[in-house]
């Protein structure tokens, strides 16, 4: 799997952006944002039970990501027709306000070295620097949903540049090295 410190690999993949099938779809690559930190994060599969707690609580988050210069990417191995009924079907993804990418021939899950034994992506989140650097990687098991409060956590000690503590939060004290 790549981790902190490697490159984010490169990317071309069709995204859903709202539940009309008129403009839902759009096409994104790792250059549509070159100048901000992206979170990528993955789900296993369209229409489960944890991954719409995720998928929900990361759009909650979104204003806060957006004022830390951040996109965030939700991206799955479904199609992005799977994504749009999925929109279109569940109430808290209607207004879902970042795109749902489909990698459906898996390649952004292989090069990420992330694809499960079934050959669905694993419950994988990157957060990845202006210079497309992965600074975090974070992946749990299967039935075990992630923290997206801890994810801007992290962003927040990331972009301050400095040490932070164990359990830090934006602006508390940093650690200054002797």
Partial sequence: ?????????????????????????????????????????????DFTFVCPTEIAGFGQ????????????????????????????????LKDLPFPMLADINKDLSRALGILDAEGV???????????????FAYVTDMSVGRNPQEVLRVLDALQTDELCPCNWQKGEEVLKAA
């Fill in 1 to 45: 799997m790549l981790t902190v410190g490697d490159r984010f690999p490169d990317f071309a993949l069709k995204g859903v952006v709202s539940t009309d099938p008129k403009t839902a779809f759009r096409d994104f690559t790792q250059d549509g944002d070159v100048s901000k930190w992206k979170l990528v994060f993955f789900w296993p599969k």
């Fill in 61 to 92: 988050l979104n204003g806060d990501f957006k004022d830390r210069d951040t996109v965030i990417y939700g991206v799955s191995t479904d199609s992005e027709f799977v994504h749009l009924a999925w929109r279109q079907n569940h109430a808290d």
């Fill in 121 to 135: 992506a694993k419950r994988a989140t990157f957060l990845v620097d202006p210079d497309g650097i992965i600074r």
